[in-house]
């Protein structure tokens, strides 16, 4: 195990060990819970054995393990992207629906030639 | 470019006062032209209301200075919202033909009536105002090529054919402004209210009237790059939902 591997691996250790206290402490989504887990137990893998990507990338038709990773990435970036998109413009459109009741509350008349 | 001889036919005769109607403007920093779009506004109808978009102007002051309802976003959401919030006012004050008007003066005050008439008769629930069979003035080349493609664009999206798709000048019926709910803040909201139209199955017609261009409403108004913009935010409001 070379350096990178020793501190990698600790990290993704105590990251591991924190989802298993969280878990345990209280209410969790569960697929979120999960999707985290496996996101580091997935990279814990990936570090401490760097030749299994590539058995992984040349059993689905690819020819290297880092390619792999970065179709991997790519995907997972464009599906994040869109799902903050969606939830930022629903945010927006709940924003929007208090900006315009708080409008039509403090709506206003106006007087010809006030000031 | 002139598109068209900018005097038509004489105005059919207005109807001051006209309770049914109201005309809704969205005004964002238009505190230098709004005073003028509404003295004249007003002189013909009683049923005003100006949304301020979170203008950093005084667009909100300018609009208390007149006989109209003054309504502001604490924030700027964009023309989609701020028309939205109009009619929203409008309809809840019983509004029975709402008029969507620029705040900028590039709308003549003659062409309310040709667009109020066909949906007050009954015959249509919209009436779309189209420079492209009224005219315009000094329209730069680059604006009406834009415009044509989204056009284009329209009829291949919302697969409804007219001759204008981003006039911000129209006539809804009470019913299809309760029908069409506008949900894209910004620009892409005049491409969102043809869908609308379309998927609600709304009649409507088209009525000439004409566009007046000048270096400050073309400094202000929309880019024509911006129409890329629009046309993601059309794509991926349908998704997003």
Known sequence: MNVFQGVTLTILGLAIVRELILFRRGPVSRGAWLLRVCVWLGAAVAIADPGLTSRVAQSVGINRGADLISYSFILAFLVVSFYFYARCARLQRQLTEVIRHLAIQEARRGEEGSR | ?241
């Not at chain 2, 109209?68 to 009619?87: E, K």
């Open chain 2, 1 to 241: 470019m002139d598109t068209a001889p900018v005097e038509a036919s004489p105005p059919p005769p207005t109807r001051p006062g006209n309770p049914d109607v109201w005309v809704v403007v969205a005004a964002y920093n238009e505190g230098k032209r709004l005073g003028e779009t509404l003295r004249r506004l007003c002189e013909r109808y009683q049923n005003v209301v100006v949304v301020d978009d979170g203008s950093k102007d005084d667009t909100r002051e300018v609009a208390l200075h007149h006989r109209v309802w003054a309504l502001r976003h604490l924030i700027n959401c964009g023309q989609g919202a701020a028309l939205q919030t109009g009619i929203d006012f409008a309809l809840a004050r019983g509004a029975q033909v709402l008029v969507t008007f620029d705040a900028d003066g590039q709308h003549r005050l003659d062409d309310i009536e040709r667009l109020v008439e066909p949906v007050q008769a009954g015959r249509v629930e919209v009436a779309l105002g189209s420079r492209f069979l009224g005219g315009s003035v000094d329209m730069p080349r680059s604006r009406w090529l834009v415009l044509k493609l989204g056009v284009l664009f329209t009829r291949l999206f919302s697969r409804i054919k007219v001759s204008d798709t981003h006039n911000g000048f129209r006539a809804l019926s009470r019913r299809a402004a309760q029908t069409i709910r506008i949900t894209q803040n910004r620009m892409a909201h005049a491409s969102e209210i043809l869908d609308q139209i379309r998927q609600h199955d709304l009649s409507f017609c088209e009525v000439p009237v004409v566009i007046r261009y000048t270096e400050d409403t073309l400094a202000k108004g929309q880019s024509s790059w911006n129409s890329l913009k629009i046309v993601a935010e059309l794509l991926l409001g349908r998704w997003v939902r």
